[in-house]
């Protein structure tokens, strides 16, 4: 179990805390806490999928909530097609569990993180959730907010590993 006490990875501009992140197997995830979205880190080259949720305002990974029934890889890719119409060029590789810390009644939950190659890229259409899509250089300024969370999770996805 994660240190409670420990320093976060991460924080967001609303307080969410990235407080850990559990390489293991797909199918053992970590028991301490409800298993509640899924995220996925889509490269195209060098290049990361963001999207544009139009309620939090920000750039972030595509990604959202599992549905009952749902394993955390079949919920990565529906969100990931329902949110950029994207698919990626090749099954999605499990990368591990981030442990969050959400703000403001400090409820721990997991998140399954997902990592693809995108070979071809599919026409966007804005929709009631996602305004934009931005294929985003980490070595470059972003294109706006991007939630820290996202960008410290997509780091890890980075097949040279950038900077955090």
């Known amino acids: 179990m994660p240190d409670a006490t420990a320093r976060p990875l991460a924080v967001d501009h609303r307080g969410n ?7 293991r197997a797909e199918d053992q995830p970590p028991g301490d806490a409800p298993l ?5 880190a889509l490269w195209h080259g060098d290049r990361l999928l963001l999207v544009f949720d139009r309620f939090r305002q920000g ?13 955390s890889r079949q919920a990565a890719a529906r969100e990931l097609l329902e949110e950029s119409g994207q698919t990626p ?3 999605l590789r499990f990368v ?15 998140g399954a993180l997902f990592s693809g190659r995108c070979a071809e890229v599919a026409a966007f259409q804005p929709n009631e959730e996602i305004e934009a899509v931005c294929w985003w ?6 294109p706006g907010r991007v939630h820290r969370l996202d ?3 997509a780091r890890l996805t980075h097949p040279f590993r950038l900077p955090l």
């Open 17 to 23: 805390a990235l407080t850990s992140f559990v390489r």
């Open 137 to 142: 250089d980490p070595h470059e300024s972003p």
């Open 59 to 71: 750039w972030e990974l595509p990604g959202g909530l599992v549905e009952p029934g749902e394993s």
């Open 36 to 40: 509640t979205v899924a995220l996925v």
């Open 89 to 91: 060029g090749e099954p």
């Open 151 to 153: 960008a410290y999770l």
């Open 96 to 110: 591990g569990y981030p442990r969050f810390t959400l703000a403001p009644d400090q409820r721990v939950e997991y």
